[in-house]
């Protein structure tokens, strides 16, 4: 799921930052591909029909045709409904879900094209194109976040949960590489600083400096000054009551007040131990507002990012059990 969401948003920014003469050779260029596509189709139907009325009208071949042996196209028809299903006759049939044909962001693929999924005569328009481009600053924003958020989270499941120590690094270099807000930045600093470390690459002197010097105040600061003190200094006391406060709250059946207290706390004790607490108490919180699926989403999000923790192996643990109660 991020590794699309990184990929598709990343190419709706690239085309954003074009020119606007940029953006319109770019979509000429991809229309002629979608022509050249579509004319090759035609070319492969057209020959197909030759040949099937060359069989009909030859005597020789009669019986051998698919369409003659009602053995075979029984058959035919029993596999097409174990793999289809019971599928009406309607333009799109293959498409289950037909709200996602022209969802904002993707450009029309050539088996879209040739099987008639994208609507021809509005992909070969320019302004098909120009008109989904998004302009709005709070669109872009959008976009740009959910971008960023995508690269961290993939930086950190690499990382933490499947050991791809080279594809972490990767992804929170990229991450780095879009200047992103601090959120996101600190963080993603921090992990690679860890990685480095643990490769004794000089490249973790740097970044070690960098969140000292320009994130002094930080936990992340802290823990790499003095890991020990870091681990029982009054922050993290102050975390700590602050998580009481907040269990109460869920206690007491104050969703709404827990998700807002969890979120806040994430953001100022980021760092601290005490983060994947706050991460399954605001999933229990979304459980009790949206129901199980969202419950399920939310449990999958802490067992993802926190796997090496009591908090993480909980979720996945309730997961489990949900998935026998459905």
Do not use: C
Not at 112 to 132: C, F, P, Q, R, T
Not at 299 to 316: I, Q
């Amino acid at each position: 799921m991020y590794e699309k969401i990184s990929t598709v948003n990343d190419s709706i920014l690239g085309i954003v930052a074009m020119t606007e003469e940029d953006q319109i050779s770019f979509f000429n260029a991809h229309i002629e591909k979608l022509k050249a596509i579509q004319e090759k189709g035609l070319k492969k139907v057209n020959t197909g029909s030759a040949i099937s009325n060359l069989s009909i009208t030859d005597d020789s071949s009669k019986g051998d045709w698919y369409f003659y042996n009602i053995q075979t196209v029984g058959f035919g028809s029993q596999e097409f409904k174990r793999i289809w299903g019971n599928r009406p006759l309607e333009d799109n049939w293959r498409l289950s879900d037909k709200t996602k044909i022209n969802f904002p962001g993707f450009l029309p693929q050539e088996e879209e094209v040739l099987s008639g999924v994208v609507n021809n005569s509005e992909v070969m328009e320019l302004a098909y194109y120009i008109d989904k481009i998004p302009s709005n600053k709070i669109s872009i924003d959008s976009l740009k976040n959910n971008r960023d958020n995508a690269y961290f989270k993939l930086g950190i499941i690499y990382k933490e949960q499947f050991k791809e120590i080279n594809l972490a690094k990767n992804r929170l270099e990229k991450l780095l590489s879009f200047n992103p807000d601090v959120a996101f930045a600190l963080p993603a600093k921090y992990h690679l600083y860890k990685i480095y470390s643990s490769e004794n690459n000089e490249k973790a002197t740097s970044l070690k400096n960098d969140i000292i010097s320009n994130y002094p105040n930080s936990n992340y600061a802290k823990i790499i000054l003095n890991p020990a003190d870091a681990l029982g200094s009054n922050d993290t006391n102050l975390a700590e009551n602050e998580y009481v406060l907040v269990f109460y709250d869920y206690k007491d059946e104050n969703f709404d007040m827990v998700l807002k207290k969890s979120s806040e706390a994430i953001l100022k004790f980021q760092g601290d131990p005490i983060i994947p607490k706050f991460e399954l108490l605001k999933a229990y919180a979304i459980g009790k507002k949206e129901g199980i699926l969202a419950f399920k989403e939310a449990l999958n999000f802490v067992a993802m990012n926190y796997p090496n923790t009591e908090e993480g192996k909980k979720a996945l643990e309730v997961i489990e059990t949900i998935k026998t109660k459905i």
